[in-house]
C-alpha cells in the first residue's frame, strides 16, 4: 500500500514523503514493513507540469483549456439557477502591436502582466479570467442578473483600462474593446459561445475602438453566414473545387499585356461561382487561407511556366497575394523556392503582392520572410497603395519593386482635381524611389487617358479584361488590344 504525506518542517518548509508499506509473516508471525522515502521534488515537478498545462505562463491566468471547461460546467449549472445568465467577455487591447514594436516585448509582456492583474481585481470568486494568447482575454462571469449588469461589468473594465500603466519610470495608457455574449440557456454551445463574443468584438472594433459591444440576433445571423461560409470553404478545398483565375496587367504606353494577377474563387455546392469578397475574411480568421494560398501558389507557379513556354518575351510576370502569416512562415517561402525550381520558373517571374493592413500586422518574421523572398529574386508589391495613414513610411522602410494604386483612386482621377493630384504625387514618388506603378480598377477610357498623362506604367481593370481563365490572357496576348485602347 503506497499512502503519501505533506509535512511542515521547523524552518516552516513542506516536504512531501511517499509511505509504502506491506504485511509479510515471519517465524509465525505477522510483521508490516514499511519504506518511506521523500517525493518532494516529484510531486514539484507535478505541480509545474499541471500548472503549465492550466495556466498562461506569462501571466498566471487561466488557459483555453480551463476557461473552456469552466464555461461548459458554468452552463450546465444554469439549469440549476433560472433566471440568472453566463457572460462572456472577449477582451482585445486596442493597438498593443503599436507598443510592442514601438517599446520592445519586454514592455509589451509587462504590459500583459499587470493588465491581467488589474483585470483579476473584478472577478467574483466563481468567475474566470483567461489569455487566450497575445493581447486576447475572456472573462467568464456566472450568477448575472441581466444583460444590463453584464453590459456595467464591462463597462467598470473599460474605465479601469483606461488608468495609466507605469512600466519602467514610464506610463503607458491602453484602451480595450470588449465584446458581451450573454445566455440563460444551459443547454448553449460553449464554443457557440465564445465565438458570439468575439463576433461583437469585432464590432466593437469596427465601431472605433474602446468600446463595448453586445451580441445581438444580427450578428446571430452574421455568425450563421459565417459557419455556412466556413463549410463551404472547407468543402470547396476537399474536394478541389478552388477556382485560380487570371487578370491581365498590361503596360499603358501600349495596353498589351505584360503579367497577370492570380485571383481565386470558389465553386459552391450549386457549382455557382463565388468571388473572394464573400469568403476571405472567414477563410483568414479560420486559418483556411493558408490551404488556398497553397493552391492559387501551386497554380500560379505552373501558369508561369506554361506562359513562358507558349509567349516568351510578351509575357513577363504572374502576381499572388500573400498574407502576413505566410510571410512569416519559413515553409511557405521554402515551398516559393522549390516550385519555382521545380517548374523553371526564374523568381522575377513571380510577385509577391502585400497590403498595407499585411506590413501594419507583419511580426518581425514576417519582415524577414518578404526580405528573403526579394532576396531570392521575387518580385515584392505593395497592394491598395494609398488606403491607410502610413503609406509613405512604408515606401521607406520596407523592399519593395512596384506599388498598386488603389481602386478608390482610380474611380474618382477624372472628376476630381484633389484625387488627380494625389495620384500624380504617387507616381511622381513612386518613380524617385525607382517603383513600378501599376493602377487598379481601370474601367473607363478617360481613367486611362488620365493615368497614361501622368505617367503611370501599369494598370488592370474591366477596361482591358475582366478576371478568366488562362485561355483568355493566351488570346489576348497572341492578338494584341485593339486600336482603341493603344496610346495615342
Avoid at 325 to 341: K, M, P, T
Wanted: charged residues 30%; contains cysteine.
Amino acid at each position: 500500500m503506497n499512502t503519501s504525506y505533506r509535512f511542515r518542517c521547523r524552518d516552516g518548509s513542506y516536504r512531501w514523503v511517499e509511505a509504502t508499506s506491506r504485511r509479510v509473516t515471519e517465524d509465525g508471525a505477522d510483521v508490516v514493513i514499511s519504506t518511506i522515502r521523500d517525493i518532494t521534488e516529484r510531486q514539484q515537478r507535478n505541480a509545474q507540469l499541471e500548472l503549465r498545462a492550466t495556466t498562461d505562463p506569462l501571466t498566471g491566468v487561466a488557459n483555453r483549456t480551463v476557461l473552456m471547461d469552466r464555461l461548459r460546467q458554468g452552463l450546465l449549472r444554469l439549469a440549476r439557477s433560472p433566471g440568472s445568465l453566463v457572460v462572456v467577455l472577449f477582451l482585445d487591447l486596442d493597438h498593443f502591436k503599436v507598443i510592442n514594436d514601438s517599446f520592445g516585448h519586454h514592455i509589451g509582456d509587462d504590459l500583459l502582466l499587470k493588465m491581467a492583474e488589474r483585470l483579476t481585481g473584478h472577478l467574483r470568486p466563481a468567475d474566470t479570467l483567461a489569455r487566450l494568447g497575445g493581447d486576447e482575454f475572456v472573462l467568464v462571469a456566472e450568477g448575472v442578473t441581466d444583460e444590463a449588469a453584464a453590459i456595467a461589468l464591462a463597462n467598470r473594465i473599460i474605465e479601469d483600462g483606461r488608468r495609466p500603466f507605469r512600466i519602467d519610470k514610464e506610463e503607458f495608457s491602453c484602451t480595450m474593446s470588449i465584446g458581451v455574449a450573454c445566455t440563460a440557456d444551459y443547454q448553449h454551445d460553449a464554443a457557440a459561445m465564445l465565438s458570439e463574443a468575439d463576433l461583437a468584438l469585432y464590432r466593437a472594433k469596427d465601431r472605433g475602438r474602446d468600446q463595448i459591444a453586445v451580441f445581438d440576433e444580427e450578428l446571430r445571423t452574421t455568425a450563421v453566414f459565417r459557419l455556412a461560409t466556413e463549410r463551404m470553404v472547407r468543402r470547396a478545398l476537399d474536394e478541389g473545387r478552388t477556382v485560380v483565375e487570371y487578370q491581365p496587367i498590361v503596360d499603358m504606353r501600349t495596353a498589351r499585356p505584360v503579367g497577370a494577377e492570380a485571383l481565386v474563387r470558389m465553386r459552391d455546392d450549386e457549382q455557382r461561382l463565388v468571388l473572394p469578397d464573400s469568403f476571405l475574411e472567414v477563410a483568414e480568421e479560420t486559418g483556411l487561407l493558408i490551404r488556398i494560398d497553397d493552391v492559387v501558389l501551386a497554380d500560379a507557379v505552373k501558369q508561369a511556366a506554361a506562359w513562358r513556354a507558349r509567349l516568351g518575351a510578351k509575357f513577363t510576370s504572374v502576381a499572388i497575394n500573400v498574407t502576413a502569416r505566410h510571410l512569416a512562415d519559413s515553409e511557405f517561402r521554402n515551398a516559393i523556392s522549390d516550385q519555382l525550381e521545380a517548374n523553371g520558373v526564374p523568381p522575377g517571374d513571380l510577385q509577391i503582392e502585400v497590403t498595407e493592413q499585411v506590413l501594419m500586422e507583419a511580426s518581425n518574421s514576417a519582415m524577414t520572410g518578404l526580405r528573403a523572398l526579394r532576396d531570392l529574386g521575387v518580385a515584392v508589391g505593395l497592394d491598395d497603395f494609398g488606403t491607410r495613414y502610413s503609406s509613405l513610411a512604408y515606401l521607406r522602410q520596407f523592399p519593395l519593386d512596384f506599388i498598386k494604386i488603389d481602386k478608390s483612386f482610380v474611380d474618382d482621377i477624372v472628376i476630381d482635381p484633389k484625387v488627380r493630384a494625389i495620384a500624380a504625387a504617387i507616381i511622381v514618388l513612386s518613380h524617385a524611389l525607382d517603383l513600378i506603378v501599376i493602377a487598379e480598377g481601370v474601367e473607363l477610357p478617360s481613367q486611362a487617358e488620365v493615368l497614361l498623362d501622368l505617367g503611370c506604367d501599369r494598370a488592370q481593370g474591366f477596361l482591358y479584361a475582366r478576371p478568366g481563365p488562362p485561355e483568355d490572357v493566351d488570346s489576348l496576348v497572341l492578338a494584341g488590344p485593339p486600336l482603341a485602347l493603344q496610346a495615342r
